[in-house]
């Protein structure tokens, strides 16, 4: 999404300002009466939760205050579910009155503004505007001064696989990069190219000629193999998500086949090892 931490808990709760991020217990929140999405992904729920375990949480979850010790979920249910599944206590929040919209507004403006957010972080804000303040993107653009385009290609950042996202927050890669990769329209090259620029030190022109590569579509398909199922495809993107490379997963007609997972070097090695356990 983090040094296994993005947020540090405010200690005192009920003095919070709109625009910060605190630790609330998830015994505390409840879940949003009008949310209107019911059916959630069990693997891809289960995919966040791995992923949560391993990077953290990226993107804090909203709440409303509802009592003195309750909460209401505003957004990020799917964070919230995979956040108990990982068997956290608490998670990271954005801790809001109901009728704070104009003070979060310019709150948010103002965290924008500053000069040391990394780009998820300023994502991110951009999205809470978009949700919470009920902007669309072009107004959006107006209130913080970008372009369409601009504010576009930040919200696509969290589109990213966390483990791409925690490395542009980190700074491990650029802006640059990051642009590069959206550009690749499956997690599984996405994660591939990363993996290329973190053991290569990949420059932004080299990344953005690699792409061209990967994201271009196989002159011809294989006729012989086909593609594998959905709930294969499934598992196979869920393990390339986990070990940050291209797991190849091969499956024949009786269900019978085979994982591999590349290793590039060494280290990638004992990376995969650890992951492992």
Not at 211 to 217: D, L
């Amino acid at each position: 999404m983090q040094d296994n931490e993005t947020t540090k808990a405010i200690p005192d709760r009920e003095a919070a300002p709109a625009s910060s991020v605190l630790l609330v217990p998830l015994a505390e929140i409840e879940t949003n009466p009008f949310q209107p999405r019911n059916d959630f992904d069990q693997v891809a729920l289960q995919e966040l939760a791995d992923s949560i375990r391993l990077q953290g949480i990226i993107q804090p979850v909203t709440v409303r205050r509802v009592g003195e010790r309750n909460y209401q979920l505003i957004s990020g249910e799917r964070r919230l579910r995979a956040s108990k599944l990982a068997g956290l206590k608490e998670i990271p929040a954005y801790v809001r009155e109901a009728d704070d919209v104009a003070m979060l507004e310019l709150a948010l403006i103002e965290n924008i503004q500053r000069e040391n957010l990394n780009a998820i972080e300023i994502a991110i804000s951009y999205q809470r505007m978009i949700d919470e303040c009920n902007l669309k993107q072009d107004e959006l653009g107006g209130r913080v001064g970008k372009n369409r385009s601009t504010v576009t290609n930040y919200l696509r950042l969290l589109k990213l696989p966390p483990v791409i996202q925690a490395a542009i927050r980190d700074e491990q890669i650029s802006m640059g990069h990051a642009r590069a990769l959206i550009n690749i329209p499956e997690a599984d090259k996405q994660l591939w190219v990363f993996q290329q620029i973190v053991d290569q030190g990949l420059s932004v022109r080299k990344v953005e000629e690699l792409v061209r590569t990967v994201a271009s579509p196989p002159a011809k398909k294989d006729k012989k193999t086909g593609q594998l199922p959905y709930e294969y495809r499934k598992i196979a993107d869920g393990l390339s998500s986990r070990f940050g490379t291209k797991v190849q997963l091969r499956i024949d007609e009786s269900g019978k086949g085979k994982i591999e997972i590349p290793v590039l070097s060494r280290n990638d090695l004992n990376r995969i090892l650890d992951i492992l356990g």
